[in-house]
């Protein structure tokens, strides 16, 4: 998994991450070493918005056909770079399923759309004043966003204590690292990986690594 992505740009964070976890996870550690340097950026300037409703687009669809169908409605707004919610509102369904969004994808942006002029969706002005939990309780409250969703969006923010139980490629990272025969419950890799706390997103990155050696 590849984030093109300021919060971890901070050398003193990495380190402080990196330390801690290669400290009180011996077995991680080595692992750690074998994969190399932490080099994930980050970013806080990120459009919610803008971001929530391309992660709509992009579910259950290859790379290449989800930017397809994500070229296709930002071109029926030819004179923006990206639709802002009430451009989405006032868009037909027909018009966006023309585009190439399913009927439910279209439910979705529109309910992203009425949510964030609603003041749910928080700009990222404010969503830097909420912590992980007050953003994800916000969210999935969004037809289409589940908590994996959001959790990757707070990993693109910067957040560094992240650990999304549910992804595949970590608890496929999880299995090969310690050397399980099965892969782990979300719950038991949430136990697991309390002693990472606070920098649970530098873990989860390593594990994701772990799969390409």
Same mark, same amino acid.
């Given at each position: 998994?590849?984030? %093109?992505?300021?919060?971890?740009?901070?050398?003193?964070?990495?380190?402080?991450?990196?330390? &801690?976890? %290669?400290?009180? =996870?011996?077995?991680?550690?080595? &692992?750690?070493?074998?994969?190399?340097?932490?080099?994930?950026? %980050?970013?806080?300037?990120?459009?919610?918005?803008?971001?929530?409703?391309?992660?709509?687009?992009?579910?259950?669809?290859?790379?290449?056909?989800?930017?397809?169908?994500?070229?296709?409605?930002?071109?029926?707004?030819?004179?923006?770079?990206?639709?802002?919610?009430?451009?989405?509102?006032?868009?037909?369904?027909?018009?966006?399923? %023309?585009?190439?969004?399913?009927?439910?994808?279209?439910?979705?942006?529109? =309910?992203?759309?009425?949510?964030?002029? =609603?003041?749910?969706?928080?700009?990222?002005?404010?969503? !830097?004043?909420?912590? =992980?939990?007050?953003?994800?309780?916000?969210?999935?409250?969004?037809?289409?966003?589940?908590?994996?969703?959001?959790?990757?969006?707070?990993?693109?923010?910067?957040?560094?204590?992240?650990?999304? !139980?549910?992804?595949?490629?970590?608890?496929?990272?999880?299995?090969?690292?310690?050397?399980?025969?099965?892969?782990?419950?979300?719950?038991?890799?949430?136990?697991?990986?309390?002693?990472?706390?606070?920098?649970?997103?530098?873990?989860?990155?390593?594990?994701?690594?772990?799969?390409?050696?």
């Amino acid at each position: 998994m590849q984030f %093109s992505l300021g919060l971890y740009t901070k050398l003193d964070m990495k380190k402080a991450g990196v330390k &801690h976890i %290669s400290k009180c =996870d011996k077995i991680l550690a080595r &692992h750690m070493k074998r994969v190399g340097a932490f080099k994930l950026s %980050s970013t806080s300037k990120i459009d919610p918005f803008e971001a929530l409703m391309s992660s709509i687009v992009y579910q259950q669809l290859n790379g290449r056909a989800a930017s397809t169908i994500l070229g296709r409605v930002i071109a029926l707004y030819p004179k923006k770079k990206f639709p802002e919610p009430k451009d989405i509102l006032k868009t037909s369904n027909e018009a966006l399923r %023309s585009a190439g969004l399913s009927r439910n994808k279209t439910l979705a942006v529109k =309910d992203l759309a009425q949510k964030t002029l =609603d003041g749910v969706v928080p700009t990222s002005k404010v969503m !830097a004043k909420l912590n =992980d939990e007050e953003i994800i309780e916000r969210l999935i409250t969004i037809r289409g966003i589940g908590r994996w969703t959001v959790e990757m969006l707070l990993i693109k923010m910067g957040r560094h204590d992240v650990l999304p !139980a549910t992804d595949y490629g970590i608890r496929q990272g999880f299995k090969l690292v310690y050397k399980k025969r099965n892969l782990p419950t979300p719950k038991a890799l949430i136990l697991y990986g309390e002693r990472w706390r606070p920098y649970r997103t530098i873990a989860s990155w390593y594990l994701w690594r772990v799969l390409d050696l």
